[in-house]
């Protein structure tokens, strides 16, 4: 009996924990897991330089290591994600970005204790419990990092707060 009741339990402990972490630490500084594949997106503060981004993070797991960016689209007022692996820096082409680039999208914050799904918040705020990239796993699974990526499982696309680095 309390085998069977024992996630129900666990879930009910660590929902207000994450939340409660989340709400304490700024997004730039959050690290989040998704759990097939133990993958990781760990946010990183934005240099001054980059007045287009307001993101930066990186997604890495077994031997995957790729560099993310976000920015908010002011028509739309919605943030676009994209990863991407071993882009060319500098002058380069829009073929050149489409061939490095593994996925692009919205993300979305997602709150543990209402499962309320909104667009990911600007620099600045506050982490959310968890954030959606939808997509995200079935994108790396078919690119061609796969073979060389590590990863037993593919991701997939809900990564959940972990911890909030030293800021």
């Known amino acids: 009996m309390l085998r069977a009741a ?13 939340a409660a972490a989340a709400e304490r630490c700024g997004i730039e500084h959050a690290v989040y897991e998704e759990a097939d594949a133990g993958s990781r997106l760990a946010f990183r503060p934005v240099g001054e330089d980059a007045a287009a981004v ?29 990863i991407m692996n071993n882009c060319p820096e500098g002058d380069v082409t829009g073929d050149d970005i489409r061939a490095c680039t593994v996925w692009t999208g919205i993300p979305y914050a997602v709150a543990a204790a209402t499962g309320q799904i909104d667009i ?10 968890a954030i959606l990239m939808p997509g995200l796993g079935p994108a ?12 037993k499982d593919v991701p997939w696309d809900l990564y959940e707060f972990r911890e909030c680095k030293a800021q």
């Open 140 to 151: 790396i699974r078919h690119s061609a990092l796969w073979d060389k990526s590590g990863l």
């Open 6 to 18: 024992f996630p129900s339990i666990l879930a009910i402990l660590i929902v207000p924990t994450v």
């Open 120 to 129: 990911l918040g600007p620099a600045g705020s506050q982490a959310p419990d």
């Open 54 to 82: 307001s993101h930066l993070f990186a997604v890495t797991g077994g031997t995957l290591k790729l560099d993310g960016h976000i920015m908010y689209d002011e028509d739309g007022r919605r943030p676009s994600g994209m």
